[in-house]
Nanobody, 121 residues
Framework: VQVVESGGGLVQPGGSLRLSCVAS????????MGWYRQVPGKDRELVAT???????NYADPVKGRFTISRDNAKNTVYLQMNSLKPEDTAVYYC????????????????WGQGTQVTVSS
């Protein structure tokens, strides 16, 4: 299973960015997908997750500013980021939990390579 993010870049404070992440390969079904972020010297932290039924969960710092969504037909998850702040600067990683066969025992966690988001004037 491969996970590939896109959409990062440089944006001014108050601006918006939309990240995309597509999962491909030997996928029987995708379970929870999500976004995490990491800055140098700190642990990777949760940003937002969404399960296959559309239930979402957000970290407190991004509530009301970020929106996670998914297109199950395209195995894609999105992160719409509005009202960006300098403290949102980080490498953003996409995570996908995938079942790779009809057996529910065959599940794994897959990560993308990360995309840099920089919020600066």
């Amino acid at each position: 299973v491969q996970v590939v993010e896109s959409g990062g870049g440089l944006v001014q404070p108050g601006g918006s960015l939309r990240l995309s992440c597509v999962a491909s390969g030997s996928i029987y079904s995708l379970k929870t997908m999500g976004w995490y972020r990491q800055v140098p010297g700190k642990d990777r932290e949760l940003v937002a997750t969404i399960n296959s039924g559309g239930y979402t969960n957000y970290a407190d710092p991004v509530k009301g500013r970020f929106t996670i969504s998914r297109d199950n037909a395209k195995n894609t998850v999105y992160l719409q980021m509005n009202s960006l702040k300098p403290e949102d600067t980080a490498v953003y990683y996409c995570h996908a939990r995938a079942q790779t066969s009809p057996s529910s025992a065959n599940q794994g966690d897959y990560w993308g390579q990360g995309t840099q988001v920089t919020v600066s004037s």
